[in-house]
């Protein structure tokens, strides 16, 4: 009886770590051609001199800038390798954490 309570409890501490997981998960979108399907990677679309946004889990977007993208390559630049998704196929983007934010930011 005690073994299945353990059980049940590690159960439910792992689902709930996967659901925030998920639910801080953000995707980077092309916003300037919408039909990608991942034939490409982020960084040659930069390259390229295509737009990208961050889409959180509400659906809320922030366009990046020139700047901001700099920035981001300096703290994530594994970010830029993933497979660039347009509008069109936003479904099939890949999710990616937020970076952590430093305890001296607070």
């Known amino acids: 009886m005690r073994s299945k309570l353990v059980?049940?409890?590690i159960?439910?501490?792992v689902a709930v770590v996967f659901i925030a997981s998920g639910a801080m998960a953000q995707k980077l979108l092309c916003i300037s051609k919408k039909e990608l399907k991942g034939?490409?990677?982020?960084a040659s679309c930069l390259a390229k001199g295509?737009?990208?946004a961050v889409v959180d889990q509400f659906g809320i977007v922030r366009?990046?800038?020139?700047?901001?993208?700099?920035l981001t390559k300096a703290f994530n630049p594994k970010a830029f390798e993933m497979r660039a998704f347009g509008l069109?196929?936003?479904?099939?983007?890949?999710?990616?954490?937020?970076l952590p934010?430093?305890?001296?930011?607070h």
């Not at 034939?39 to 982020?42: D, K, Q």
């Not at 366009?63 to 700099?70: K, N, R």
């Not at 069109?88 to 937020?98: C, E, T, W």
Request: net charge negative.
């Open 7 to 9: 059980a049940g409890l």
């Open 39 to 42: 034939e490409e990677t982020v």
């Open 11 to 13: 159960l439910a501490i």
């Open 63 to 70: 366009i990046l800038t020139p700047e901001e993208v700099e």
């Open 88 to 98: 069109k196929y936003h479904k099939l983007a890949p999710k990616f954490a937020p």
């Open 101 to 105: 934010v430093p305890k001296e930011a």
């Open 50 to 52: 295509e737009r990208f």
